[in-house]
């Protein structure tokens, strides 16, 4: 049996990860009023066999596949390592409405690229808060499940 493109585009988004990385560097001047450290943000990507990087800029977005870098190496904590802040993030594709119009930013296409649909996120640090939130959020959901879990075991043994 022949495989579709949708078929392994299936396989490879659900071995994809993402983390959206964070900067305080930026060449247009008018973005000195957003905070420090919060100025510009772009998305990592890793399947599992190679990194690749979606860097929306304001004249073009620099997608690029990072060949020279392994892919076991660390390339989020490499970042860290030179003063970005970085955060896991799922993907979501489960949306069935649009997403709603906004003007073309970099937090923009981070959005669109993680499937957020929230209409009020505009800074890198908006977006930030609410991907720790978020983030925040999931921890708990988890520890929440391991202690159900361990209630359940406990009455087993």
């Known amino acids: 049996m022949t495989k579709t493109l949708e078929d392994i585009g299936q396989n490879v988004n659900a071995d994809m990860k ?13 973005l000195k009023i957003l905070r420090s450290g919060f100025r510009h943000c ?21 997608i690029q596949i990072h060949y020279h870098v392994t892919p076991d190496f660390d390339l989020p904590a490499w970042l ?21 119009l ?3 930013t970099c937090v923009e296409s981070v959005k669109r690229i993680l499937g957020i649909h929230k ?26 499940n391991q202690k159900k879990l361990k209630g359940e075991l ?4």
């Open 80 to 100: 860290e390592g030179r003063g970005h802040r970085v955060l896991s993030m799922p993907i979501k594709r489960d949306h069935k409405k649009p997403a709603p």
């Open 119 to 144: 209409r009020f996120i505009f800074t890198p640090y908006q977006l930030y808060r609410f991907l720790k939130q978020q983030e925040q959020t999931q921890k708990q959901k988890q520890e929440s």
């Open 102 to 104: 906004a003007f073309m």
């Open 42 to 62: 772009f998305v990592l990507l890793h399947d599992g066999t190679c990194w690749s990087s979606i860097d929306p800029l304001s004249s073009y977005t620099d």
């Open 154 to 157: 406990s009455w087993v043994a």
């Open 18 to 30: 993402a983390w959206v990385v964070f900067s305080g560097q930026s060449d247009i001047a008018w």
